[in-house]
Structure formats: C-alpha cells, structure tokens
C-alpha cells in the first residue's frame, strides 16, 4: 500500500483548501481512508475517514460541516475539501489506511503542510 498526499499551501483564514491522496498498491475495498493532523509537541489528531467501498465518513468535531472527505476511484484518490480555514487547522496533515474492522493505522503517506494566517 503506497499513499502520497498533497495539496496543502498557505492560505488565510477563511480560505480554502482541497488535498489529495493517492492511492496505489491493492485493491482497497476493504480498507478505510483517513486524514490526520500534528503539530509538534501535540498527539496526531484525527480528522476524517472514508470507508473506500460503501462511502461511509467520519469527521473530528472540530472539522465537521467545514471539511469533506471523498474518494475518485477512477483517479484513486482520497480528497479533503477544506473550507473555512482558522489558524488552528495549521498542521502537517497525513493520509493514513487500515483495514476494516481494525484499529491500527498501519499505512501512512508522507506530510503535506497547511498553513492558515490570520
């Protein structure tokens, strides 16, 4: 399993963002797709999930009704539509896959860093 994200920039509050990550290795059908944050010094901090066959998501409460995660299986993406950006959303942002049914994150792509001014 190999992800790569991109996407992130500079952007002001209220801005917007979308990132993507790409998808290559198997068949992820049984798997799910999720974004993650970290800053130093802080846990990595969920954001949201996609369960690649069905859609189901899950968001982080700080991220609800502003960000939205989604999945092109033609392009084998997994995306996060960020809107109304605040400066706590300033963060290196990860996309991550595990199974379904378990809890280990055992696959991650490399950071892309989202920087939000005020």
């Known amino acids: 399993v190999q992800l790569q994200a991109s996407g992130g920039g500079l952007v002001q509050t209220g801005g917007s963002l979308r990132l993507s990550c790409a998808l290559s290795?198997?068949?992820?059908?049984?798997?799910?797709l999720g974004w993650f944050r970290h800053n130093p010094g802080t846990e990595r901090e969920f954001v949201a999930s996609?369960?690649?066959?069905?859609?189901?998501?899950v968001y982080a409460d700080s991220v609800k009704d502003r960000f939205t995660i989604s999945g092109d299986k033609v392009k084998r993406t997994v995306n996060l539509q960020m809107n109304s950006l605040k400066p706590e959303d300033t963060a290196v942002y990860y996309c991550?896959?595990?199974?379904?049914?378990?809890?280990?994150?055992?696959?991650w792509g490399h950071g892309t860093l989202v920087t939000v001014s005020s």
């Open positions: 290795g198997r068949n992820f059908s049984r798997y799910i």
């Open positions: 996609l369960r690649w066959s069905g859609g189901r998501t």
């Open positions: 991550g896959a595990r199974i379904f049914a378990t809890s280990d994150w055992p696959f």
